[in-house]
T-cell receptor
Framework: GEDVEQSLFLSVREGDSSVINCTYT??????LYWYKQEPGAGLQLLTY?????DMKQDQRLTVLLNKKDKHLSLRIADTQTGDSAIYFC????????????FGTGTRLQVTL | SAVISQKPSRDICQRGTSLTIQCQVD?????MFWYRQQPGQSLTLIAT?????????ESGFVIDKFPISRPNLTFSTLTVSNMSPEDSSIYLC???????????FGPGTRLLVL
């Protein structure tokens, strides 16, 4: 079955790097996503990675995928207070009409 | 990225009543999705709505409770019927966009049932 897990909470100081981790169980995942949800807002697509890639970088964001261990991470460089939010990883699977399975979400708190 | 809007943005409803949530996408899309996010929880897919066919519901969700319409390629509605306090959640719609068919979400409708 599909199960996506994340740690619940992460606190970092402004200017440091944040690393948010995600583990999944479905090895047939095609795409893996990171979404950001700010308080009172909807979900913002941050970035995504295709399952045949190991790494993707987009400005301050770096996504690493270890398919062998079914581990996905999101690194945010130079974390800012505006990065405080809940971060969800999600996986999509072939043959399921693009259904996404979401992780439990990691609340990132950025302190001064 | 897609521009997706939802109405209402929030509502407070009495138990036993129904609320219809509207989702509008700025361009034609084949598939639209409805998710529920219960307080402090992750997102759970309610159903997939394709234009011209019945919505496909996920396990635990039924059409009588969550009827969905998809009258055209840019619009969908979700009705939460005979509401109870357990239906208090954020309801989000989404659609696929781009060659990679990534999912973009609307801002959500925050529902509180008293």
């Amino acid at each position: 079955g599909e199960d996506v897990e994340q740690s619940l909470f992460l606190s970092v100081r402004e200017g440091d790097s944040s690393v948010i981790n995600c583990t999944y169980t479905d090895s047939s995942s095609t795409y893996l996503y990171w979404y950001k949800q700010e308080p009172g807002a909807g979900l913002q697509l941050l970035t995504y990675i295709f399952s045949n890639m190991d790494m993707k970088q987009d400005q301050r964001l770096t996504v690493l995928l270890n398919k062998k261990d079914k581990h996905l991470s999101l690194r945010i460089a130079d974390t800012q207070t505006g990065d405080s939010a809940i971060y969800f990883c999600a996986e999509s699977n072939p043959g399921t009409a693009s259904k996404l399975t979401f992780g439990t979400g990691t609340r990132l708190q950025v302190t001064l | 990225s897609a521009v997706i809007s939802q109405k209402p943005s929030r509502d407070i409803c009495q138990r036993g009543t129904s609320l219809t949530i509207q989702c509008q996408v700025d361009s034609q899309v084949t598939m639209m999705f409805w998710y529920r996010q219960q307080p402090g929880q992750s997102l759970t897919l309610i159903a997939t709505a394709n234009q011209g066919s019945e919505a496909t519901y996920e396990s635990g969700f039924v059409i009588d409770k969550f009827p969905i319409s998809r009258p055209n390629l840019t619009f969908s509605t979700l009705t939460v019927s005979n509401m109870s306090p357990e239906d208090s959640s954020i309801y989000l719609c989404s659609s696929l966009r781009g060659a990679d068919e990534t999912q973009y979400f609307g801002p959500g409708t925050r529902l509180l049932v008293l």
